[in-house]
């Protein structure tokens, strides 16, 4: 109840392109209207819809458009009005983006499935065991999930009180991979929610506060007579070498109406 709470009380300015798979169709189209009455929201337009389209379709259609309506529902789309302003609506469809392949997978959407629908996605995917799988895809799936494989004969696999029967008793899911008289069993669980360690600071000093010591960390010593030189190429390490850049940001245009962003691919 507390998430579907959650959900109902998001906006667009709290979206993120991991909590937005939270969503469903009806929710995008209450943050959308909501979000037209927002100042900052209509200034940074293009920033939420990019967000919503990393998980959702969307599709804008003629109001007339009585044929397209009815395809996009058929497709399981959502088909509704959001009100724009006053006088001013549009017609969307919006879907869900599935996820059906391992290439569909994502560091943003994998905590977001549970693990019966992993081992569907790599079941359809399969064929050579975890090892077949990408590095990449291995990693994002590890990510969220707690995974273990092991590959026995298949009248051992299911041995009582062997790994098998440990891992299902223990909440992990199971896809059976056959390699001729040999079976390869892979175990999911999606991993536990951890909060991140935040960075601690000292707490400043005053400007006022006189140092009880001299810093000399960086000067040199007194009876040391060796002129000290610049490293060159040769003696450039991990240890002594730094590198520093600038980002800089560009300002997005301001849209004149939410439409102006939602149907651009």
Known sequence: MKEEQATKNMSLKALTKSSVWDMQEND??????AGEKDSEVKENLRHYTDIIRSAFMVEELKDDDKLGKQKFTKLGYKVGNVKMSEDSKVVLAIKKRPIMRVTDLTYEN???ITAAKLIEVLDR????????LSQSIQDIIESG???STTTLPKDRLHKKGGMYEK???????????????WVE???AKLKPE??????????????DEELDEEDTYNKPDDDDDQMIDEPDDDDINE?????TFAIESSDEEDAESLSDYIADE
């Open 110 to 112: 994998i905590r977001h």
């Open 125 to 132: 995917n399969f064929g050579g065991g975890w090892d077949s």
């Open 194 to 207: 951890t909060l991140k360690p935040r960075m601690k600071f000292d707490a400043p000093r005053d400007e």
């Open 145 to 147: 999930f707690d995974i």
């Open 185 to 187: 069993a892979i175990f």
């Open 28 to 33: 995008i189209f209450r943050m959308l209207e």
């Open 239 to 243: 240890d002594n070498y730094r590198t």
């Open 167 to 181: 891992k299902v008793a223990d909440g992990y899911e199971v896809l059976e991979v056959a390699k001729g008289s």
